[in-house]
C-alpha cells in the first residue's frame, strides 16, 4: 500500500467530518466516511449551499478573504437527537477549501446541563438569603442589633453591664377582669396595637423594648448604646405612652389604664436559654421600676428620687413623700406629669 | 439539599451529571418513550432530565405536584409508558454504580408520581 492509500484510509476513518471543496463552485470534491455518516442524507447533495441551506456564503466568502478561515455551526436532527456539528473552513492552495466539522454535541448538552444546573442553584440561594433575612429580623425583635451581631459570631452572648441606664416598666390597670370578662381574642388584638404604638413611641426617643410579660411592658433607655439623657429620654416616652392611651380611650369601647414605673441605675443584658432564648434584662433598677409602678394611680408616673432629680428642671414633677419599698428601703418618690 | 441524600452520596453535581447524560441518550434511543421528545428542543430536554434526576435524588431541585401535572398534562402517558421509563431509569443507576437498596429508594419516589402523570 503506497503511502498516498494509507493517507486516504486514515482520513476516511477519523472521528472528524472532512471535506474538500472548490472555492469558487463550492462543489465538493472528497468526503470522508464521517462527513458522509453525518451528511450522507438520501440524496448526495454535490454543493455546498444545497447541503447547509443556512450557511451564510457571503459571510464565509468575506471571512476566508480577509483570514483565510471561515467557522459557524450547524443543528440537526439524527432520529430524535439534535446534533450541533461545528464546521471549520479553511482556503488552501488552488481555490481548494478544506472543510473540518467537529461533533460538540456533548459540549452543548452539557452547557445546557450547567445552565440548568447554575439556576437551580441560584435560586436555592436567593431562597436561603431570603430565609436568613427572615431570622435575622425575627432575632432582632427579641435582642438588640450589636447583641445580635455579637451572638451571630461567638453562637454565644456574654451577659454585658450597662450603667447607667433607665427602666420603664408599665402595666395595666384590671387587665385580668378584662381578659375574663371581654373576648380574649378582641383583648389581645388590642394590646397588640397598644404594644405596637408604644414600640413606635419608645424607638423615637432611642428606647430598647425589651419584652411583654402579658399585661406588662418594659422598655430600656441607655442600651446597648450608651445615652447620657437616658432619663430624659425615658420620661419623653413615658409621658407619650399615657397620652397615647388618654387619646385612644376616648375613641374606643375599652378603656385601657395603665400605672408606669420609672428607675435608673445599672442592669446586666444577655441572652437567656438555649433552645428558646430570650434577650432579657436584670438588676436592682428593673425590680424598682417595678415596684414604682405599683405605687402609681392609674394613668400616673412614679419616679424614683434619683431620676427626679436629673428631671426637675425640664419636666413637671411632684412628691408624694417617702414609701417603704420593698427591698429598696424608704425612698421619697415623685409623680411625673404631663406639663402640656 | 439536605446533608445524607442520594444526590451527595453519589458524589453531587459532577457525578450525577454523568447519570442525567447517560439518561438523556438511552431515552431518546429509546422508541417507546423517545417520541415523546420527537419535537422538543435539546436544551430543554437536557433541563428536564437534570431536574429530574436532581428532585429524585434529593439535589437541588424540585417540582411541585401541580407543577409535574402541569407540564405533562398535554402527553397521553400510559402505565406502559412509565414503567418503560421505570425500567430505563433502573437500568441506567445500576450501570452507574447505584446500590439495590438506594435504587429501590429512587424508584419509590419516581412511583409517588405516577398519578400525575399517567392519564
Redesign the interface.
Known amino acids: 500500500m503506497t503511502i498516498e492509500a494509507i493517507n486516504e484510509q486514515l482520513l476516511r476513518a477519523i472521528g472528524v467530518g472532512v471535506a474538500l471543496l472548490d472555492r469558487q463552485t463550492l462543489q465538493f470534491g472528497f468526503r470522508n466516511d464521517t462527513f458522509d455518516e453525518w451528511f450522507g442524507g438520501d440524496a448526495q447533495q454535490t454543493q455546498l449551499q444545497q447541503l447547509f441551506p443556512d450557511l451564510d456564503v457571503n459571510a464565509m466568502q468575506a471571512d476566508l478573504t480577509n483570514a483565510g478561515r471561515f467557522t459557524s455551526e450547524i443543528?440537526f436532527k439524527k432520529?430524535?437527537?439534535?446534533l450541533?456539528v461545528a464546521l471549520d473552513f479553511t482556503a488552501a492552495e488552488e481555490d481548494l477549501l478544506v472543510l473540518v466539522c467537529q461533533n460538540i454535541t456533548?459540549i452543548?448538552?452539557?452547557e445546557?446541563?450547567i445552565?440548568?444546573?447554575s439556576m437551580?442553584?441560584e435560586r436555592?440561594t436567593r431562597e436561603i438569603k431570603r430565609e436568613k433575612e427572615q431570622v435575622e429580623k425575627l432575632l432582632l425583635n427579641i435582642m438588640p442589633r450589636s447583641v445580635y451581631e455579637e451572638f451571630k459570631t461567638f453562637g454565644v452572648v456574654t451577659p454585658q453591664m450597662y450603667d447607667p441606664v433607665s427602666v420603664l416598666m408599665l402595666d395595666f390597670v384590671g387587665f385580668t377582669d378584662m381578659v375574663a370578662s371581654q373576648d380574649p381574642s378582641v383583648t389581645v388584638t388590642e394590646l397588640n396595637d397598644i404594644y405596637s404604638a408604644f414600640d413606635r413611641i419608645g424607638e423615637q426617643f432611642g428606647c430598647e423594648r425589651i419584652k411583654t410579660i402579658g399585661d406588662a411592658y418594659i422598655t430600656v433607655a441607655g442600651l446597648p448604646d450608651p445615652t447620657p439623657d437616658h432619663a430624659k429620654a425615658i420620661a419623653n416616652t413615658a409621658i407619650r405612652f399615657v397620652r397615647y392611651l388618654t387619646r385612644r380611650n376616648l375613641s374606643h369601647p375599652h378603656e385601657w389604664q395603665c400605672r408606669i414605673g420609672l428607675s435608673t441605675g445599672s442592669v446586666v443584658g444577655s441572652v437567656v436559654g438555649i433552645q428558646k432564648y430570650v434577650y432579657d434584662i436584670f438588676g436592682p433598677a428593673v425590680n424598682l421600676a417595678s415596684r414604682l409602678q405599683e405605687f402609681a394611680d392609674p394613668m400616673q408616673i412614679t419616679v424614683q428620687d434619683d431620676v427626679a432629680n436629673v428631671l426637675k428642671d425640664t419636666f413637671d414633677l411632684k412628691s408624694i413623700g417617702e414609701k417603704a419599698i420593698r427591698g429598696f428601703g424608704n425612698q421619697t418618690i415623685w409623680q411625673l406629669s404631663d406639663s402640656n | 439539599m439536605a446533608e445524607g441524600t442520594l444526590y451527595e452520596k453519589y458524589g453531587g453535581f459532577s457525578q450525577i451529571s454523568r447519570i442525567v447524560l447517560s439518561f438523556y441518550d438511552t431515552l431518546l434511543d429509546n422508541d417507546e418513550i423517545g417520541p415523546f421528545f420527537d419535537d422538543v428542543d435539546m436544551s430543554r430536554i437536557v433541563d428536564h432530565q437534570t431536574k429530574f434526576m436532581a428532585s429524585l435524588l434529593g439535589g437541588p431541585a424540585s417540582y411541585t405536584d401541580n407543577q409535574l401535572r402541569q407540564l405533562h398534562s398535554h402527553l397521553s402517558i400510559t402505565d406502559a409508558h412509565f414503567d418503560e421509563l421505570e425500567e430505563v431509569l433502573r437500568g441506567t443507576l445500576s450501570q452507574h454504580g447505584m446500590t439495590a437498596e438506594d435504587i429501590e429508594v429512587v424508584i419509590a419516589e419516581f412511583e409517588k408520581r405516577r398519578p400525575l402523570i399517567v392519564r
Open positions: 443543528r432520529k430524535r437527537r439534535t450541533v456533548r452543548k448538552e452539557l445546557s446541563m445552565d440548568s444546573y437551580m442553584v436555592n
